[in-house]
């Protein structure tokens, strides 16, 4: 990884830095940015629309189907040079922290250890009743299923 010299240099000074990302780190590892991804099957919904709690509990298998459908649209993407270069931030300086408003979880795949995602991750569910997980087997599009503990 190289970095201008100049930003180098106040890298190696700091003992803490955060890096705040969003749609734009991710679309060129060919995420569609949230708005962007309404295509096909969802392009009569609003992403808006589908992505709240109240949305799940109206109507809970049509969320599921759509985040089920956006989970495969992020299945085979890698990081990129963006989340690699975060990531090495790391060799540079004691502490990085990556905040990021996306959910794809790239920034944990390309290394980054300390990620605090603001809107959650796609791969990791929670039971809309008690907050426990749900186990990655069960992210199937489909029905909700079931949580064994409610
Ligand atoms: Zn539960």
């Not at 569910?125 to 909700?144: F, I, K, S, V, Y």
Request: proline share 7%; charged share 20%; net charge neutral.
């Amino acid at each position: 990884m190289q970095f201008a010299p100049e930003l180098l240099e106040r890298l190696r000074r700091a003992r803490h830095i955060a890096a705040f990302t969003g749609a734009g780190v991710s679309a060129e590892s060919g995420i569609p940015t949230f708005r962007d991804a309404q295509t096909g099957l969802w392009a009569n919904y609003r992403a808006e629309d589908l992505a709240t709690p109240e949305a799940f509990r109206r109507d809970p298998s049509t969320v599921w189907n759509w985040y089920a459908w956006r989970r495969d649209l992020m299945r085979a993407v890698k990081p990129n040079p963006g989340h690699l270069a975060i990531a090495a931030l790391e060799r540079l300086v004691p502490r990085v922290t990556v905040i990021t408003q996306n959910v794809d979880g790239l920034h944990l795949q390309a290394g980054s250890s300390d990620v605090i995602e603001l809107h959650g991750n796609i791969w990791h569910n929670l039971c809309a009743n008690c907050g426990r997980p749900a186990a990655e087997a069960e992210l199937d599009a489909g029905t909700p299923p079931a949580c064994p503990h409610c």
